[in-house]
């Protein structure tokens, strides 16, 4: 579909996409490795068949399999039970527009056949957003990785975080974002992110609640 904005190479975007009709795209466990394999894997221009890779592996194997050149960097991610959220880097013309086709087909193939349902799982076209400048890099790069907090508390954003002890202690614990794995945590899905090219000032960070949370409010959009 023609996107108003199209995608250019060497630039980041905040990509977001979340289940028709606010469904939950993630049931289960299971569902979000599986969605997280698939964010590594597909990643690349050659096809690849996860049906078949399974009969002889196991799931977490995937992170140790060799693959081409990658279609994009993935700077970080979170998924939720019924969206998900990257950044992307663009390398090639078309890079996001085919890793994304790849990675939701792969998915909704996989959903549709476990729960016995048919039809589109996400909505069409997955959103899209241009990131300008190092200050909504910052912005976008902590609320992804904060975003997990609504589970435990829904209005965080416009009322603060209210138990940081219990904030900080979810996050480190909640498995399905990058948040992990830039607090040094050693897991096989770090090869997913490309950590080459997140900025120097992201890096020399110290990363934790209280960081990202002094990020989201100084870097928040003016919107009055």
């Not at 977001?16 to 690349?44: H, P, W």
């Not at 990675?103 to 899209?128: E, I, Q, V």
């Not at 607090?183 to 934790?208: G, H, Q, V, W």
Request: glycine share 2%; proline share 4%.
């Amino acid at each position: 579909m023609y996107r108003k904005t199209p995608f250019a190479e060497k630039e980041h975007y905040h990509i977001y996409s979340r289940g028709v009709e606010k469904r939950k795209i993630f049931l289960n466990e299971k569902d979000y490795y599986r969605f997280t394999a698939l964010l590594y894997i597909m990643n690349q221009n050659l096809p690849f068949r996860m049906d078949n890779f399974l009969q002889k592996n196991k799931l977490e194997n995937i992170f140790e399999e060799e693959k081409e050149k990658p279609l994009v960097s993935i700077l970080s991610y979170c998924l939720m039970p019924n969206h998900f959220h990257l950044i992307l880097y663009e390398h090639t013309e078309n890079g996001i527009s085919k890793f994304m086709g790849k990675l939701l087909t792969a998915y909704s193939m996989y959903f549709n056949k476990k729960y016995d349902r048919s039809g589109p799982l996400f909505t069409h076209p997955f959103r899209s957003e241009h990131i300008n400048n190092d200050s909504q890099y910052m912005y976008i790069f902590s609320y992804i990785h904060l975003n997990p907090l609504s589970i435990i508390q829904k209005n965080w954003k416009e009322d603060g975080v209210k138990n940081k002890q219990d904030a900080e202690k979810f996050l480190q614990d909640y498995q399905f974002s990058s948040y992990q794995d830039f607090i040094e945590k050693n897991r096989l899905e770090s090869t997913i992110i490309d950590f080459s090219l997140i900025p120097e000032y992201i890096k020399n960070m110290e990363l934790n609640l209280e960081t990202y949370n002094q990020i989201f409010n100084e870097n928040k959009p003016d919107l009055s």
